[in-house]
């Protein structure tokens, strides 16, 4: 058993994940969005403070933003940077489950199943996603394209961080290749001082049907 509990969120769900789980690890704490003081985190890529505290491999990880747009891009940040943390998501419906376990979660948990015994069997059982597999050989209904930027007037003056990508649009979108080349993470701090521009490419993610509507709104699909 791991002896780190990381929990990221502070809301109802944290305590009662903290009663349920405070007696199988010797350390756990509570992260909170965008507070100032020792235990605070925003949605950045930049995971080096905590890499420095903890031993990753001896963590479990809780996403548990009340936001499910807040909640995906933290799971797909810690992904990002931590490629074998086990990650648990706390998802609202089936849709957010799909799009966290796409964003990389080791598991989700429905927050109407936040009870001991469930908990405990996942991290004793955990479960390794095909979800991307799945899009890499299209077995599923998420799939994954590049769409390049001919039609910027929508997003005039905004940054890649100032839209909520899954609420409006219903996908994800994890990097950004500029004109040069350079790719870039969604929540890296480049991209977030980058406003978006014709000829940008969003690597994005998403079902058939709204991968293709946003294609027709911004552009067209990248060869």
């Not at 080349?181 to 049907?209: L, P, T, W």
Request: proline share 1%; with cysteine.
């Amino acid at each position: 058993m791991l002896n780190n509990a990381l929990l990221f969120g502070n809301n109802e769900f944290t305590l009662e994940i903290i009663h349920n789980i405070s007696s199988h690890y010797k350390n756990v704490q509570v992260f909170k969005l965008n507070s100032d003081d020792e235990y605070g985190f925003d949605l950045s890529d930049n995971w080096d403070d905590l890499s420095k505290k903890y031993d990753i491999d001896d963590c479990v990880v809780f996403c548990n933003l009340e936001d499910i747009a807040e909640n995906i891009f933290l799971t797909i940040s810690l992904r990002d940077s931590f490629k074998d943390l086990r990650i648990i998501a706390l998802s609202q419906d089936k849709e957010s489950s799909d799009k966290l376990l796409l964003a990389g979660a080791t598991r989700v948990l429905p927050t109407t199943q936040t009870t001991a015994n469930t908990i405990v069997e996942i991290l004793e059982k955990p479960i390794v996603t095909s979800v991307f597999h799945n899009i890499l050989y299209g077995n599923g209904a998420l799939k994954i394209a590049e769409i390049k930027v001919n039609e910027h007037s929508m997003f005039n003056g905004k940054y890649p961080s100032d839209i909520e990508w899954s609420r409006e649009h219903g996908i994800i979108v994890i990097s950004i290749v500029h004109e040069d080349m350079k790719r870039e993470f969604i929540y890296s701090s480049k991209a977030k001082h980058h406003i978006i521009r014709n000829g940008d490419i969003f690597v994005v993610v998403g079902y058939e049907q709204d991968i293709e509507d946003f294609k027709k709104l911004i552009g067209s699909e990248n060869e």
